[in-house]
């Protein structure tokens, strides 16, 4: 699906990132979007889309993510 290395990544990223620490990646809409947005929410992570851009047959969409 193209996202297990990002949700290797957020999941690991927990034991390193501050309280008020946030994370910004990358993902393509190519990926499986919706599993991904559900790791970041069972990973309790309060996440928003903070750029989204349409590039010939993908969007590139830029995630701000925070630990609830």
Do not use: C, P, W
Request: hydrophobic share 35%.
């Amino acid at each position: 699906s193209g996202i297990e290395t990002t949700k290797r990544f957020l999941t690991d990223a927990k034991n390193f990132l501050s309280k008020k620490g946030t994370i910004l990646f990358v993902a393509s809409s190519l990926a499986n979007i919706r599993d991904l947005e559900k790791h970041m929410t069972s990973e309790n992570y309060k996440f928003e889309v903070d750029r989204k851009k349409h590039i010939s047959f993908e969007d590139i969409i830029i995630y701000k993510a925070t630990q609830k």
